[in-house]
Each structure stands twice: as structure tokens, then as C-alpha cells.
């Protein structure tokens, strides 16, 4: 299967929402609920830049390569591709576009890369797209924050390239958050204490890297 990145040939939000609507419809078919998290989800609130792939938190204790297998026996446009690097197990899982344009989909769980169980009364429907589920807005922007700290650690070089468009990334959220939303924890009880701690730890970290962002953190409950 080709793959296309996005150096090469980028994906447009239009194709991207393709993809993570097939995938949702073939979950939601076989009774799992999910939603969007990471850039894809990042777009639908507003973020200016375009997501690369997307990215699906399915609620429900299964293995993520067996939600893959059902997702690929649902829609013949899915393909599982093994990983091409030879010591991985897991398989990716491709969505094919008009064009020979392909889109990668990742499958993840709750309690992966501390993914909180999301309440499904909680999945939140954003205009102007209100048939993709999406995670809501503080637990997304903190788990783009646990991004940053795991890329600014990771020994490959690659992963801290990441880096700086993480920030990006960081910094719109927090503004959308506070300016556009008027996102609160207190709103928020649902998120579990030990989600709560981390993210003062990663908040702590970025404030202290970023001191001009205490402000907009503080409006949004984490007081720093």
C-alpha cells in the first residue's frame, strides 16, 4: 500500500475527517464507542494545523489489533500493513483515498499513553462537524502536554523533532481553551485524580520552560 507523508504529498483536513469517519462508522456498527483525540480531534476544536493521521480512543478493554481486524473486516477501504520497522508486533492500519491517497488510523485504549476512561455521555459532537466524536477539550490538551514531555525525553532524534510543533500546538489549544471554550477542571470531575497529578507535573515543566503561559493555565484551573 503506498504511503504518502506529509513532506511529500499532505493530507487535507477534508480527506483526514474521511478516514476518521469510516473508522468511526465501523466501530460505532460493532457497538464500540470512541472518540477523536490527538491532532484530528485538535482540528475539529479549531487548531489551525492540519493533522498528519488520526488518531481513535476506543472504549473498551480489547486488544487494539483485534479493533483493528474488526475495523478492516467492516470496509474493505482499511488495510493492515505490518510495521516496517521488524521488531515491532503490532500492524498499522491504512484507510484508502480517492487518488491512491492513503491515511494511517491509530487504534489506541484507555490506559494507553494515560488515555483516561472517557464517560460516554462525556464524547462531545463539535460543530461544524457533528458526526465525529471527539474527546473533550482539557483531557486532549493535556494529553498533547504528555506528548511534549515524552518527545523532549525520547532518545531518538526524530521523536524530539517533534518538539517544537508540539508547543505549537500547546500553546493554540490553551488559548482556544480559555478565549474560545472557557474550559474549567472543575467542569471536569469525571477526569481521575492520578490523570489530574500527571498533568500538574507536565504542567509545572512547561510553565517553567514557558513562564508567559502560567496565566492562561491558571484560568483554566491548574494553579502554577
Known sequence: MPRFTRES????????RKAARAAVSALEENNLNCCLFGSAACAIYGME????????VVLSDK?????KD???AYDDKFSLVPSANPANTYRVLWY????????????LVPGLLSIPRVPVRRI?????FPDIPVLPLLPLLLLKLRGWTDHREDHRQYMRDKVPVDEEDIDELLSLAVEEYEVHLR???WL???FVQEAKERIQEYVEEFPESSELWNEVGFVV
Open 9 to 16: 504529498i499532505p493530507l487535507t483536513g477534508r480527506e483526514i
Open 49 to 56: 494545523r492540519d493533522p498528519n493521521d488520526v488518531d481513535i
Open 70 to 72: 474488526i475495523i478492516e
Open 124 to 128: 462531545v459532537y463539535q460543530d461544524p
Open 192 to 194: 481521575p485524580g492520578w
Open 63 to 67: 486488544n487494539p489489533e483485534d479493533i
Open 187 to 189: 467542569s471536569e470531575k
Open 96 to 107: 484508502s483515498l480517492p487518488g491512491r491517497r492513503t491515511c494511517k488510523v491509530d487504534i
